[in-house]
């Protein structure tokens, strides 16, 4: 990822509503979710949603697909991991303690169960 696409998706991500839609879509997994319920979730109007997927969409963050009279959208894991290894890459280069933390840490993608007994 260069810099221009990281600098696009960290916009994208610094309104709480895009924020949200993101967080929700990486919950959903690879069947997504459809544009009203997104919209029923994050408690806003269809238009006011549509131009937050336009956005995220935009900056390559989801994905949509139609299916029959809906339009299905997904995060784009490819995306997202892209986007922390650019942090990752940047900001560790000359500190291997932070990536080793970040490393060790069994609280990214581990269920709430397991994080809350941790």
Known sequence: MDERQ???SF????????????????VAGPEGLAAGVIAERMGVSATNVSFHLKELERSGLISQRRESRSIIYSASYES???LVKFLMEDCCAGHPAIRENVEKSDTCCSSADEVASA
């Open 6 to 8: 990281a600098l696009s």
């Open 11 to 26: 916009a994208a991500l610094s309104q709480e509503t895009r924020l949200a839609i993101v967080r929700a879509l990486v």
């Open 80 to 82: 997202l991991a892209d």
